[in-house]
């Protein structure tokens, strides 16, 4: 008897907001007859991002198809979660055709493709890829640039970023283990400002990583699936900032689930919302914002999703049978966020925010 093949798994990686829940939606929807599961994993304690795939209503992307890890960073708790999950998809009795794992924001994809090398999963998944998904107009701006002219600007825009910033590592450490990067939200660029977003991705990618510019996370999932490169055999030419015995820590990061009374839209629509979140998202030191609100009258849930001071609402899916209509928003910003400060101002926002005359 054969042995059975390895499962080709792809790492998706990102920095917060980039658009990889956008892009694995994209890939669900036009797997073309491959069965997919989804490892989804979420810093903080509501994992939001399960929700809205689960809500997206794609043949295939079911609850038994999401597994999702709540405790942080994969990167750091391989062991714990990581293992224990990709040995239970493996000895299925349908084992999927792929695996696709959306890491969390904070996380670094190097420790995580090293845990393929363990004997428990090494003979029966391999990485077929490493896709990091970075924010266009982000980059653009000069967050995580390497050019001092972009950092220079970012700091006089910015003053919560006048320091030593360890997220432009944890950036740069995506990027270089990467194999393919997406610019993400492209149409938001002009063709001039693109084509030197690209370049900037370039520079910062190992020599002769693609480079894609894309929108809404729509890329064909022929070119992301299928690279065949068992990157766990190739990690030595990888090189990141966090190679060394000290691993890393997430510190400089803090998470909280934040309760939210029911939205007064008023004659507003979502964006209303959404539009009256953003100075207390700018005056709290948060990095993304999360979450699904309450509209009295409405039979649908309000998801809100922000990155820094660009924040959007829409509605999502129904609120299910018995399930409590109760608003959260899960914020993940700067170590030392007044959280209490924030949960008021964020309150008074959705109180408020959509009221009409």
């Known amino acids: 008897m054969s042995l059975a093949r390895a499962i080709p798994t792809t790492i998706i990686t ?55 890890l709540a405790n942080g960073c994969l990167c ?38 090293r845990a ?24 653009a701006a000069g967050l995580f640039a390497e050019d001092p002219a972009a950092v220079q600007a970012l700091r006089a825009a910015d003053a919560a970023v006048d320091h030593e910033n360890p997220l432009e590592e ?12 997406l610019v993400n939200k492209a149409d938001l660029l002009d063709e001039a400002t693109l084509a030197a977003t690209l370049e900037t991705a370039r520079a910062g990618a190992r020599d002769g990583v693609p480079v894609l510019a894309c929108r809404n996370g729509t890329v064909d999932p022929d070119v992301l699936l299928g690279l065949n490169l068992a990157v766990e055999s190739d990690l030595e030419a990888r090189p990141t900032h966090h190679d060394g015995p000290e691993g890393h820590d997430h510190d400089d990061f803090e998470s909280y689930a934040l309760p939210m009374p029911p939205v007064d839209l008023g004659h507003e629509g979502p964006q ?50 018995g399930e409590p209509r109760a ?4 914020v993940i910003g700067l170590k030392g966020l007044d959280a209490e400060g924030l949960s008021r101002s964020l309150a008074a926002a959705v109180a408020g925010g959509g009221a009409g005359p």
């Open 327 to 330: 608003g959260t928003l899960v």
């Open 14 to 68: 990102g920095f917060l907001g980039a658009g990889k829940t956008t892009l694995i939606r994209h890939l669900m929807a036009n797997a073309g007859g491959r069965r997919i599961a989804l490892v989804i994993n979420e810093f903080g304690d509501v994992g939001m991002d399960r929700e809205i795939l689960s809500a997206c209503g794609i043949q295939g992307c079911g609850d038994d198809d999401i597994v999702e």
């Open 116 to 139: 393929f090398t363990w004997p428990e999963v090494r003979s029966r998944v391999t990485v077929d890829g490493v896709v990091a998904v970075i924010d266009g107009p982000a980059v």
């Open 170 to 181: 944890v950036y740069t450490d995506q990027l270089l283990c990467a194999d393919m990067v």
């Open 272 to 321: 209303a919302v959404a539009d009256a979140l953003v100075p207390a998202v700018r005056d709290g030191r948060v990095l993304r914002i999360k979450g699904a609100l309450d509209v009295p009258g409405k039979s649908m849930r309000l998801l809100v999703q922000g990155v820094g001071p660009r924040v959007q609402a829409h509605y999502d899916r129904p609120w299910r049978t």
């Open 76 to 113: 750091c708790t391989v062991a714990d979660e990581f293992l224990p999950t990709m040995e239970a998809l493996i000895h299925r009795a349908d084992p999927p055709d792929h695996i696709v794992i959306e890491t969390s924001g904070l996380a670094l994809p190097k420790p995580l493709v």
